[in-house]
């Protein structure tokens, strides 16, 4: 009777603790999702590269901004799939959406993203095309590894893969569209599954 | 057996007095409504269990101004910290030696 008191005051304990420095509420399914959207981008981006007009797509052909308007929507897409998911899981199971814990998420996630995003920019500008994908690769990993700390530990090791990857891209930049797919496409679909397995379903039971 | 239980400490043993405590041990610091959202109680008896604490000398309260809003943050003291990780091995042992 006294003993189960004690378990249960330890479970209590690990549960704020998590619960405090946390945002655990982030949705394994948005993963997947992502990882689907991703995969889609890439059939149309490559649809778009093999069909085009001319011998080469430079900044100011309709192609060019078609690839650039599908990356658009794919991150936004992504981004408010994850959003909206997290947020429902986070009302399910008590925590909430909005609190210390996911604000310190975003901005640890949000510091390395951002300037990896402004860095493929600039590079954009200065014709270093081959560059731009891994360096999204490499910068996204780095974000992971980043909020890894302020959310489920798995993602940790997600973002090792996603700098891995990025580069080996860097020493092969014709087989970019590869290994973005490979990246924001397979990688996402299998840790979203991972996590799903682990966390998502285990709430609902 | 007689010291596990001496490293129970009377201070924790409640279960809001624990949450604060757990709190604190993960994060430097925690604002009063940050920590009355976490743990799912109202202004008063968060605000008796955190002066017991205070008293124990296991926490300290920092009160400052952001802008016109007034700010209470907590943080856990070095004897504080010290205090909960042996209660946290004591009720290990416990449930340990039953087993």
């Known amino acids: ?205 | 057996m007689k010291h596990v239980i001496s490293h129970i400490n009377k201070a924790f043993d409640h279960r809001i007095r624990l949450g604060i405590m757990s709190v604190l041990m993960v994060n430097e610091w925690m604002e009063f409504t940050a920590l009355k959202e976490l743990l799912e109680v109202t202004d008063g008896n968060l605000a008796s269990h955190v002066k017991a604490l205070e008293q124990e000398g296991f926490i300290v309260v920092t009160k400052q101004f952001i802008g016109k809003k007034p700010n209470t943050r907590y943080a856990a003291t070095a004897a504080g910290k010290l205090a909960f990780e042996q209660h946290i091995n004591a009720l290990e042992q416990l449930i340990k030696q039953s087993r």
């Open chain 1, 1 to 205: 009777m006294k003993d189960q008191q004690y378990i249960d005051q330890l479970k209590d304990i690990r549960t704020i603790m998590d619960r405090s420095s946390r945002f655990i509420s982030l949705s394994g399914l948005s993963g997947v999702l992502a990882g689907i959207y991703a995969i889609l981008g890439a059939f149309s981006a490559h649809y778009i590269i093999h069909y085009r007009n001319h011998p080469y797509i430079t900044p100011e052909s309709a192609e060019f901004k078609q690839l650039i308007a599908i990356a658009a929507a794919v991150m936004v897409l992504s981004i408010s799939t994850a959003a909206i998911l997290s947020a429902r899981k986070a009302k399910k199971s008590g925590e909430k959406a909005w609190n210390k814990s996911s604000r310190r998420l975003l901005i640890n996630l949000f510091i390395p993203l951002t300037t990896g995003g402004i860095f493929g920019i600039l590079l954009m500008r200065e014709e270093l095309y081959g560059l731009i994908a891994p360096v999204t690769l490499i910068f996204y990993g780095l974000s992971l590894v980043n909020a890894s700390r302020y959310t489920l530990e798995t993602l940790r090791s997600l973002g090792i893969l996603f700098i891995i990857l990025g580069l080996i891209n860097t020493a092969f930049p014709a087989y970019s569209l590869f290994f973005w797919t490979l990246g924001f496409g397979l990688l996402h679909i299998l840790y979203g599954t991972i996590m799903y397995l682990k966390f998502d379903r285990k709430q609902t039971d």
